[in-house]
C-alpha cells in the first residue's frame, strides 16, 4: 500500500486530497497545526478506509520545520511514495501596506518549507524509482 503525505490536510484543498487517496487505499501522513482537526479526520478515515492514517503536528513556519517533519516521517517507519506540499496562504493588497512579518511567514511557508520538503524526500524517491511530488502550494500576487 502507498503512502502519501499531505501538508495543510485540516481543512481545504488539503482535506479533499486526503479523502480522495483514502478511498483510493492509500496510507496517509496528515500534517497541519490543528490538532483535533487532524486527529478527527484521521479517525474518520481510518474507520471508512482500510487504511493506516498518521497525525503530525507541525507548524511549517517555524525554522528547520521541514527537516523536522522528515525526522518525524522517518522515526514513523514510513516511506512517502507521495508528497503533497498543500500548506499555505495567500495575500493581497500593495506591499507597502501589507504587514512584512505576514509575507515573510508566508515565504516560508508557502516556498521555504516546499522545498526543504521537496529536497529530503526527492532523493528517497529517486533512489527508489518511484514517487510523485504535488505542488499546490503558491505565493500571491501583489497589485505592486
Ligand atoms: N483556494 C484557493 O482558491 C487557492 C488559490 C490559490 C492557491 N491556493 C493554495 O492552495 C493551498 C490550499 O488552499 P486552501 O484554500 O485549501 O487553504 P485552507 O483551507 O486555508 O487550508 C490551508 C491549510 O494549510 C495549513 N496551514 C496553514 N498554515 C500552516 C502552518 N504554518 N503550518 C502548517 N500548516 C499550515 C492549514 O492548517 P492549520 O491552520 O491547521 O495549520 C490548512 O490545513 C494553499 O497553499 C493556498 O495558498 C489556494
Known amino acids: 500500500m502507498e503512502t502519501a503525505l499531505i501538508t495543510g490536510a485540516s481543512s ?6 486526503a479523502l480522495e487517496l ?3 487505499n492509500t496510507n496517509l501522513v496528515l500534517v ?3 490538532e483535533d482537526k ?6 474518520q478515515l481510518q474507520g471508512q478506509f482500510n487504511i493506516r492514517a498518521e497525525v503530525i503536528v507541525q507548524n511549517l513556519t517555524e525554522p528547520e520545520a521541514a527537516r523536522t517533519l522528515f525526522d518525524r516521517v522517518e522515526r ?5 511514495d507521495l508528497l503533497i506540499n498543500n500548506a499555505g496562504f495567500g495575500d ?3 506591499f507597502a501596506d501589507r504587514p512584512l512579518d505576514k509575507q515573510i511567514e508566508m515565504i516560508q511557508l508557502n516556498i521555504t518549507a516546499l522545498v ?12 527508489r524509482g518511484s514517487g510523485s511530488i ?4 503558491s505565493i500571491a500576487g501583489f497589485q505592486d
Open 12 to 17: 481545504g484543498i488539503g482535506e479533499a486530497f
Open 22 to 24: 483514502a478511498a483510493k
Open 32 to 34: 497541519a497545526r490543528s
Open 38 to 43: 487532524l486527529n478527527q479526520l484521521a479517525q
Open 76 to 80: 514513523l517507519g514510513l516511506s512517502v
Open 92 to 94: 493581497y493588497g500593495a
Open 116 to 127: 526543504g520538503l521537496t529536497g529530503l524526500f526527492l532523493p528517497e524517491m529517486k533512489q
Open 134 to 137: 504535488i505542488n499546490v502550494s
